[in-house]
C-alpha cells in the first residue's frame, strides 16, 4: 500500500481526462474544484469499501438508551459518522452480541422499554432502536468519514491502487463537464467497482465462507466478518 499525495491526484485526473495540458484547460478546472471532487469521491469509495467489509478504517461509540425514540449520532460521539459496520448489545462479560437491522416499515414498540433491543435502525445520523429501551448499552462499530485532504502533500493510502477510483471517477466529472464524456472511462472505472467487490470473497482464500457447527460458535463476528446471528433474547452464559 503506497501513499499518494492530493497533487498527485490532481495530476492523473488532469492526464485521464485529457486537461493536463494548459491549453486544454477550460477556467472551471480550478484547484480548489478538483480538490472538492476528490474529497466527494473519497467518501464514496471509503461507503463503497464498507459494504464489502473492506474498509480502511473503523471507530465505536457506545450509546446507553434513555427512552428517546432515536439517538443523534453527533451528540452521541460519533460526528465523523459515514457508514454502519453493526451494532451490538455489550453484556456484563464484556462480550458484544450482534443485532440485526430493521427497515423503514418497521415502527420501534413503545413497550418494554427494560427489554433488549431487538433490531436497530438507522437513518441520516439517527439511530433508533426496537423496542424504545431505558436500560443497557449498545456499541455502534462505524466507518468514519475521510479528513478533507487540502494541502498538496496530503495522502490517501488504499491497496492495489484502489485510489484509481477517485482518478477514474474525478475524470469522469471533467468530462461530462466538458461535454466530452468519454465510455473507457466508465468501462474501466465499473473494472475497478467489480474488481473491489470480488476481493472481498478472495482475500481471505484460506478461510471457508460459511460455517459448519454455528451451536459452539459463541463470539458473535462469524467467518469473514459476522456469520453468527444469536437468538434472542440471550442466554445467560453469553
Same mark, same amino acid.
Given at each position: 500500500?503506497?501513499?499518494?499525495?492530493?497533487s498527485?491526484?490532481?495530476?492523473?485526473?488532469?492526464?485521464?481526462? %485529457?486537461?493536463?495540458?494548459?491549453?486544454?484547460? !477550460?477556467?472551471?478546472?480550478?484547484?480548489?474544484?478538483?480538490? =472538492?471532487?476528490?474529497?466527494?469521491?473519497?467518501?464514496?469509495?471509503?461507503a463503497? &469499501?464498507?459494504?464489502?467489509?473492506?474498509?480502511? %478504517?473503523?471507530?465505536?461509540?457506545?450509546? *446507553?438508551? %434513555?427512552?428517546?425514540?432515536?439517538?443523534?449520532?453527533?451528540?452521541?460521539?460519533?460526528?465523523?459518522? $459515514? =457508514?454502519?459496520? !453493526?451494532?451490538?448489545? $455489550?453484556?456484563?462479560?464484556?462480550?458484544?452480541?450482534?443485532?440485526?437491522?430493521?427497515? !423503514?416499515?418497521?415502527?420501534?414498540?413503545?413497550?418494554?422499554?427494560?427489554?433488549?433491543?431487538?433490531?436497530?435502525?438507522?437513518? !441520516? @445520523?439517527? $439511530?433508533?432502536?426496537?423496542?424504545?429501551?431505558?436500560?443497557?448499552?449498545?456499541r455502534?462499530?462505524?466507518?468514519p468519514?475521510?479528513?478533507?485532504?487540502?494541502?498538496?502533500?496530503?495522502?490517501?493510502?488504499?491497496?492495489?491502487?484502489?485510489?484509481?477510483?477517485?482518478?477514474?471517477?474525478?475524470?469522469? @466529472? $471533467?468530462?461530462q @463537464? +466538458?461535454?466530452?464524456?468519454? +465510455?473507457? &472511462?466508465?468501462?474501466?472505472?465499473?473494472?475497478? @467497482?467489480?474488481?473491489? =467487490?470480488?476481493?472481498?470473497?478472495?482475500?481471505?482464500?484460506?478461510?471457508?465462507? *460459511?460455517?459448519? +457447527?454455528?451451536?459452539?460458535?459463541? %463470539?458473535?463476528?462469524?467467518?469473514?466478518?459476522?456469520?453468527?446471528?444469536?437468538?434472542?433474547?440471550?442466554?445467560?452464559?453469553?
Amino acid at each position: 500500500m503506497a501513499s499518494v499525495q492530493l497533487s498527485e491526484l490532481r495530476d492523473r485526473i488532469l492526464f485521464q481526462a %485529457d486537461l493536463e495540458h494548459e491549453s486544454n484547460n !477550460g477556467p472551471w478546472v480550478t484547484t480548489s474544484r478538483l480538490n =472538492a471532487y476528490i474529497n466527494w469521491s473519497r467518501r464514496r469509495l471509503d461507503a463503497y &469499501l464498507a459494504r464489502y467489509d473492506l474498509q480502511q %478504517d473503523e471507530s465505536s461509540v457506545d450509546i *446507553s438508551p %434513555d427512552g428517546s425514540t432515536n439517538y443523534d449520532l453527533t451528540a452521541e460521539g460519533a460526528s465523523d459518522y $459515514l =457508514a454502519a459496520l !453493526g451494532v451490538y448489545y $455489550l453484556a456484563t462479560n464484556g462480550n458484544e452480541l450482534w443485532i440485526p437491522r430493521h427497515g !423503514g416499515r418497521d415502527r420501534p414498540s413503545n413497550t418494554g422499554t427494560n427489554q433488549y433491543a431487538r433490531s436497530y435502525r438507522i437513518y !441520516g @445520523k439517527k $439511530l433508533e432502536f426496537n423496542p424504545v429501551l431505558s436500560t443497557g448499552t449498545y456499541r455502534l462499530h462505524y466507518v468514519p468519514e475521510p479528513a478533507t485532504l487540502s494541502d498538496d502533500t496530503d495522502t490517501v493510502d488504499y491497496p492495489w491502487g484502489w485510489e484509481e477510483w477517485i482518478v477514474l471517477q474525478v475524470s469522469m @466529472k $471533467l468530462r461530462q @463537464k +466538458d461535454e466530452t464524456a468519454d +465510455d473507457q &472511462l466508465k468501462r474501466d472505472f465499473l473494472e475497478l @467497482k467489480a474488481e473491489i =467487490a470480488n476481493e472481498s470473497v478472495l482475500r481471505d482464500t484460506y478461510e471457508v465462507q *460459511s460455517i459448519a +457447527d454455528v451451536e459452539d460458535f459463541r %463470539d458473535n463476528r462469524g467467518v469473514a466478518g459476522r456469520a453468527y446471528r444469536p437468538v434472542f433474547p440471550w442466554p445467560d452464559y453469553y
